[in-house]
């Protein structure tokens, strides 16, 4: 695992935004895992931002969203499937067909989890999955205890979960209960994950997931098995990192960085 600290939430968005486009530039074919949430917002934008002014070509890429609510239609302004066909595929040159998201109003929910992991490894695995952490330290929505190889599956949302996105459907109680996500497993089959976190509210969390011990109790601590895992985060979310004088100086030394250093 490597850990970059930069100085605020949008350079940190920024440095995301470039190894996206980078990895995207090298292999046009590039099979991405994406992600929703706040802290997502920022990087689809200067993705958007990039497409237009750097002409980012996304016309051969293919995209998994990592989770997507149980119960909510493609159109439901709170679905994942809506959040990315406004923040990002409606605004670049994706072909929609090529942009897969779980879907969460499926009859035969296991059925349709089975398909979405067939469906990944179908296309060869993911070479590139971006990553946020909830505070109680899930990844997607692999909430506390969710077992470390777990695949695609439903999960239940913790009462934290739907109070932390309570205010995105108007009430908590709006917030579906149960959601469809990638499992630890999964993700950590792909082949690179970069995650992304900003915030002093994220601090404690982050702390334990990159430096405490690896447990179901923080799933983003599985990460620490990943054999390519960059944590992109800002300073305030860096505040409790025992070892950041370190991460710094592998980000000023080591050569893989050259060019993001000069930003
Ligand atoms: C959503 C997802 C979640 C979020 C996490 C952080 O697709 O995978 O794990 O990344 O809940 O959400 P924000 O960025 O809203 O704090």
Not at 37 to 48: A, F, I, Q, S, W
Not at 198 to 217: D, F, H, V, W, Y
């Amino acid at each position: 695992m490597e850990v970059i600290i930069q100085g605020d939430a949008s350079a940190a968005a920024r440095l995301v935004a470039l190894i996206i486009e980078k990895q995207v530039k090298l292999n046009p074919y590039s099979v991405l895992g994406l992600a929703t949430g706040r802290t997502m917002e920022m990087v689809y934008e200067m993705l958007v931002n990039g497409h237009h002014t750097k002409g980012t070509d996304f016309s051969l890429v293919r995209t998994f969203n990592l989770d997507e609510y149980v119960g909510l239609s493609a159109d439901d302004a709170n679905s994942y499937r809506s959040y990315m066909n406004r923040r990002l595929f409606g605004k670049i040159n994706i072909d929609m067909r090529n942009t897969f998201i779980p879907n969460g109003m499926a009859a035969d929910l296991p059925a349709e989890c089975l398909r979405y992991e067939r469906q990944i490894r179908h296309v060869g695995g993911i070479d590139m999955q971006l990553l946020g952490i909830g505070q109680d330290g899930h990844i997607g929505f692999n909430e506390p205890l969710s077992a470390l190889r777990s695949v695609t599956r439903v999960k239940a949302l913790t009462p934290d979960t739907i109070r932390q996105n309570g205010p995105l459907f108007g009430h908590p109680d709006m917030v579906p209960r149960r959601a469809i996500t990638m499992g630890v497993g999964t993700i950590l089959e792909t082949s690179r994950c970069l995650m992304l976190v900003t915030g002093m509210g994220k601090a404690e969390i982050l702390q334990k997931a990159i430096e405490g011990p690896i447990s179901s109790m923080v799933t983003a601590s599985a990460l620490q098995l990943h054999p390519h895992c960059t944590v992109i985060c800002d300073e305030a979310a860096a505040a409790n990192l025992d070892g950041k004088d370190y991460y710094r100086w592998i980000f000023m030394n080591e050569p893989e960085w050259e060019d993001y250093r000069k930003l």
